[in-house]
């Protein structure tokens, strides 16, 4: 079973900031937070990780609570090319992804 | 740049016929692993192989097997196939062997259709 719970579908405007959120209370200290998107008819695609701190990258930024027990992941300004499904998922080392149904974000023009 | 191409893009089958699947990582990289995934579902990990060695099997029966050759190809095969092994079936490769880190790069994947 998928260790993280999200919303099952958000929807943004075009150009305005989103912010999508992950649940994950069962998390132990030396589990990653990633996150995928997978944009219709794709095979899933990297977003971004992280541990403890929150990232940035170009395509996105993670905000992890200090309690690492939720984190949002913030796009910062939605274009239709954004409209997928989010996974966010728990690893460590020799663990697998365990995805679940993620979140499918539209993206209103 | 995923860099990972999978081979046929779709795929019909009969019940109780034999498949194979291909797939093709980014040069360099060791770790394959092979995903299901149902309609308006999320994938669901099948098994990953290391430098040609199985390294890790989620909930499947052994009529899921795979191959992985030195050339960063990859074979999944499923025999007697059943009507609910109709789904995406997607590669993926990272550099390692840890997911913790490492980034898993997918293929687009091969959609089985079983009648």
């Known amino acids: 079973d998928a260790k993280t719970t999200q919303p099952n579908s958000m929807e943004s405007n075009e150009e305005e900031p989103v912010h999508l959120p992950c649940n994950h209370s069962?998390?132990?200290?030396?589990?990653?937070i990633h996150w995928y998107r997978q944009l219709p008819s794709q095979g899933p695609e990297y977003v971004i990780h992280?541990?403890?701190s929150n990232v940035n990258n170009r395509m996105a930024s993670l905000a992890i609570a200090e309690d690492r027990k939720s984190s949002t992941l913030i796009l910062h300004r939605a274009t239709l090319r954004d409209a997928a499904v989010y996974y966010c998922?728990?690893?460590?080392?020799?663990?697998?992804?365990?995805f679940g149904p993620g979140t499918r974000l539209s993206v209103l023009p | 740049e995923t860099g990972v191409t999978q081979s046929p893009t779709h795929l019909i089958k009969t019940r109780g016929q034999q498949v194979t699947l291909r797939c093709s990582s980014q040069?360099?990289?060791?770790?394959v692993s092979w995903y299901q995934q149902a309609l308006g579902q999320g994938p669901q990990f099948i098994f990953q192989?290391?430098?040609?060695?199985?390294?890790g099997r989620g909930n499947f029966p052994p009529r899921f097997s795979g191959l992985q050759f030195p050339n960063y190809s990859s074979e999944l095969n499923v025999n007697a196939l059943e009507l609910d092994d109709s789904a995406l079936y997607l590669c993926?490769?990272?550099?390692?062997?840890?997911?913790?880190?490492?980034?898993?790069?997918f293929g687009p994947g091969t959609r089985l259709t079983v009648l």
């Open positions: 993926a490769s990272s550099a390692g062997l840890t997911t913790s880190t490492d980034t898993q790069y």
């Open positions: 069962t998390i132990s200290g030396t589990d990653y």
């Open positions: 992280g541990l403890t």
């Open positions: 998922i728990l690893s460590n080392y020799g663990q697998n992804f365990v």
């Open positions: 040069s360099g990289h060791n770790t």
């Open positions: 192989y290391y430098r040609e060695e199985e390294n």
